[in-house]
């Protein structure tokens, strides 16, 4: 008898051993929010911001038009769009950061202000991203930067023409450097801005969502 009690307890004992560890294995182990990059990530991002440079080509050509926000306005569709489909793919931080910089190596020649507009706002779309959404793993995170991405550009270079850059009539007074100064003027064209790229964050989204179905893009 005292032979089957011990066989008895022992038994109990390895079983509920083995409910511990099932249950240890079983919990979700919680993701880092930064993780690291791998070369396939990097190249995609590339790709991305190499179809953001081909379908924005009609930049060179706007740069020079006096109206302000006519290059957010002409860009913002697809500076929303393909961001979003990158962001996507790559849900990591600083994925946005990455777009930027390949986007804005080429920009910075024909145009120096956009590329440090598109590097900072860049920067506060990440922090913003990670305080709300502590990364881009919801769509939902995706498409708020792809939507506040071109938008916030729009003050710096709003600073850009009226305290940096200014163009000086024939006797020598500063006048501004775009058509439609006025606030009534600046926030119609913020809130077109905005409007635009909220569009093409959505179309973003459901061309990531239907690549992904496809097994053409996954997570």
């Not at 979003?84 to 793919?89: A, E, S």
């Not at 900072?120 to 990440?126: D, G, K, N, R, S």
């Not at 020598?172 to 964050?201: E, H, M, Y």
């Amino acid at each position: 008898m005292e032979e089957l009690v011990k066989q008895l307890i022992e038994n109990s004992s390895s079983v509920m051993d083995n409910r511990k560890i099932d249950t240890v294995e079983d919990k979700p182990k919680k993701r880092n929010i930064f993780q690291k990059y791998k070369i396939k990530d990097i190249v995609f991002l590339a790709i991305i911001s190499g179809c953001m440079l081909i379908t924005g080509a009609i930049m060179p050509l706007i740069t020079q038009v006096p109206i302000f926000g006519i290059i957010e306005i002409a860009l913002g569709l697809q500076f929303s769009i393909f961001p979003v489909i990158g962001l996507m793919k790559v849900r990591k931080p600083g994925a946005m950061i990455l777009i930027s910089l390949f986007c804005g190596l080429l920009l910075a020649f024909m145009f120096l202000p956009m590329f440090a507009c598109l590097m900072l706002c860049a920067v506060i779309v990440e922090l913003l991203t990670l305080l709300i959404f502590r990364g881009y793993d919801k769509n939902s995170a995706c498409v708020f930067a792809g939507t506040i991405y071109m938008p916030l550009t729009l003050p710096f270079l709003y600073l850009w023409y009226n305290v940096i850059y200014t163009i000086k009539s024939d006797d020598g007074k500063a006048v501004q450097a775009f058509v439609g100064a006025d606030p009534t003027f600046i926030c119609l064209i913020t809130l077109a801005v905005v409007a635009i790229c909220f569009v093409g964050s959505l179309i973003g989204m459901k061309i990531a969502m239907e690549m992904e179905r496809a097994g053409v893009m996954k997570k």
